[in-house]
């Protein structure tokens, strides 16, 4: 079994930043695809952006420029730089993996359980 467990989320007046992470931790063989989502209250979960284990990046248009995603795979963990903050960035941030647990299994898709940001205007 896998966990990630997200940390970061607050409080922020707009403009400001904060800097998420999410730690995988368990069976963990490779991690392929590190993303983060973000659903907002009344909204649908969103794409916000995704690295890959090689880093390859990509990001929804709604934040690129503003937030840069990141990771460190001796740490099983991914960081989101969120700067120029906006109301509308307001939501529970969710982090996402795809897993293998070991050589011979396929990968998993796991999420965590959220951390909130709140962005003040």
């Known amino acids: 079994q896998v966990q990630l467990v997200e940390s970061g989320g607050g409080l922020v007046q707009a403009g400001g930043s904060l800097r998420l992470s999410c730690a995988a931790s368990g069976s963990i063989f490779s991690i392929n695809v590190m993303a983060w989502y973000r659903q907002a209250p009344g909204k649908q979960r969103e794409y916000v952006a995704r690295?890959?284990?090689?880093?390859?990046?990509n990001y929804a248009d709604s934040v690129k420029g503003r937030f840069t995603i990141s990771r460190d795979n001796a740490k099983n963990t991914v960081y989101l730089q969120m700067n120029s903050l906006k109301s509308e960035d307001t939501a529970v941030y969710y982090c996402?993996?795809?897993?293998?647990?070991?050589?011979?299994?396929?990968?998993?898709?796991?999420w965590g359980q959220g951390t909130q940001v709140t962005v003040s205007s």
């Open positions: 996402n993996a795809d897993v293998k647990s070991s050589p011979r299994l396929g990968e998993q898709n796991y």
């Open positions: 690295i890959t284990n090689s880093g390859r990046l």
